[in-house]
Nanobody, 115 residues
Framework: EVQLVESGGDLVQAGGSLRLSCAAS????????IGWFRQAPGKEREGISC????????YYADSVKGRFTMSSDNAKNTMYLQMNSLKPEDTAVYYCYGAFSFDVWGQGTQVTVSS
């Protein structure tokens, strides 16, 4: 069974940092696009970062560019999202995602940024 499990969500003050982790089981990242999404209350799920399997390029949404950094450790089958300079508008449930032979989503982890 393929699973993605996030961790690292927390309550943090504006300007602070968090690192989210997403551990995969039953699959390896090597040949697949992987990414992070988030969903704030009352809003649609938003793609914020992804790593392209074709060339390893990392893409970011404008809303997080320069503040968030996505990385992956394929040996550990784990992806990360380092979030710096957090803002209250970053408050959301964060999901990792893998475009494997079928789409797989993690269960989500809550990030709350207080002003």
């Amino acid at each position: 069974e393929v699973q993605l499990v996030e961790s690292g969500g927390d309550l943090v003050q504006a300007g602070g940092s968090l690192r989210l982790s997403c551990a995969a089981s039953g699959v390896t990242f090597d040949d697949y696009n992987i990414g992070w999404f988030r969903q704030a209350p009352g809003k649609e799920r938003e793609g914020i970062s992804c790593i392209s399997s074709s060339d390893g390029t990392t893409y970011y949404a404008d809303s997080v560019k320069g503040r968030f950094t996505m990385s992956s450790d394929n040996a550990k089958n784990t992806m990360y999202l380092q979030m710096n300079s957090l803002k209250p508008e970053d408050t959301a449930v964060y999901y990792c995602y893998g475009a494997f032979s079928f789409d797989v989503w993690g269960q989500g982890t809550q990030v709350t940024v207080s002003s």
